[in-house]
């Protein structure tokens, strides 16, 4: 995986190496847009919550 954004790209290798802080920072950097996506295919909020 590639990106432009050397603070994202620290926190992956961190998440290799089983960091729990770093995948916090991670999900905390993507979560709505993730739930985002889930909620535009189930079209349900609780689902998408769920899922989450």
Not at 4 to 26: F, G, M, R, S, W
């Amino acid at each position: 995986m590639e990106t432009n954004q050397p603070h994202i790209t620290n926190l992956i290798v961190c998440c290799k190496k089983d960091d729990k802080n770093a995948q916090l920072e991670l999900y905390k950097c993507y979560y709505m847009a993730m739930y985002n996506v889930a909620y535009r295919i189930l079209k349900d909020r609780f689902e998408a919550e769920d899922i989450m």
